[in-house]
């Protein structure tokens, strides 16, 4: 489910579904944590009714697990493997959807993406990660939206929350070392972002799907499943 427009109002189950997300995406919310109904209720001054149908859609994007016999919601445990296939998938969904932005954008869909890339810049220097988190999602889901197909889009929902739990965990249970933090300062995400809208701009597929799979593959994330041994021993052993 794609986050309503801003000219309208959320609908009540529209209001916890982002509600969750964006507590995943906050790296509030984490792998094994569980949500009850009745908590989120209250917490949202909402009835149950919405409340459920947020969380069944949820568990049926694969964001959630309801197991049985159990009254909560729980968040999915992560794994080595698990991890390597959503970042292939993420990276093989957006770097097609950035192919194709840069087939078919309009100019209006490009100022759409310079507009979210000023926000993400603003909030960067303000260190407001609260609004610059919610900017990089809005960007890499207009990425995917302008680029028009719409089973993409469907698959990409799941895997790009998925891929948050990830990137938040690690921030949370293993902070990067000072090696890594140095490796990291040369990874400017409002930086690459620019890159790839500049190649949708010029009307560049080529261009746009490296700069796509480019910025992916920067993240600390991805560097840690590149360095097996670590990774193996951050998740356990892969089950491969």
Same mark, same amino acid.
């Given at each position: 489910m794609?986050?309503?427009?801003t000219?309208?109002? *959320?609908?009540a189950?529209e209001? /916890?579904f982002?509600?969750v997300?964006?507590?995943m995406s906050? +790296? ?5 944590d569980?949500? *009850?109904?009745?908590?989120l209720s209250?917490e949202? +001054?909402?009835s149950?009714?919405?409340?459920? !149908? ?7 994007? +694969?964001l959630?697990?309801?197991?049985? +016999?159990?009254?909560g ?10 991890m390597?296939? /959503?970042?292939?998938?993420r990276e093989?969904l !957006? ?33 407001d990660? =609260?609004g610059?988190?919610?900017?990089n999602?809005?960007?890499h889901?207009?990425? /995917?939206?302008?680029?028009g ?5 469907r698959?990409?929902?799941? /895997? *790009?929350?998925?891929?948050?739990l990830?990137?938040?965990?690690l921030?949370e ?5 000072d090696?890594?933090l =140095?490796?990291?300062?040369g990874h400017?995400?409002p930086?690459?972002?620019a890159?790839?809208?500049?190649a949708i701009a ?6 746009a799907? =490296? ?9 600390r994330?991805?560097?840690?499943l590149l360095d097996t ?6 998740f356990?052993r892969? =089950?491969?």
């Open positions: 794609n986050r309503p427009p000219d309208r109002p *959320f609908q189950f209001i /916890v982002w509600h997300l964006d507590l906050e +790296g509030r919310l984490l792998p094994g569980t949500l *009850f109904e009745t908590a209250q949202l +001054g909402l149950r009714t919405p409340v459920r !149908e947020a969380l069944a859609r949820l568990v049926a994007e +694969g959630l697990e309801n197991p049985a +016999g159990t009254r919601y729980r968040v999915p445990e992560l794994s080595l493997e698990d390597q296939q /959503v970042f292939q998938a093989i !957006e770097s097609s959807a950035a192919a194709l932005a840069a087939e078919r954008a309009r100019k209006v869909e490009v100022e759409e993406l310079e507009a979210i890339h000023k926000r993400e810049v603003l909030f960067s220097e303000q260190q990660r =609260k610059y988190c919610q900017a999602v809005d960007f889901f207009a990425v /995917v939206r302008i680029g197909n719409r089973y993409i889009e698959a990409f929902r799941p /895997v *790009f929350w998925r891929s948050t990830y990137v938040n965990y921030a249970f293993h902070p990067a070392s090696e890594e =140095k490796a990291e300062s400017n995400s930086a690459e972002h890159a790839l809208i500049r010029r009307r560049a597929p080529k261009a799907a =490296k700069a796509a799979a480019d910025h992916l593959r920067s993240t994330a991805f560097r840690i041994e670590r990774a193996r021993h951050i356990g892969s =089950k491969r």
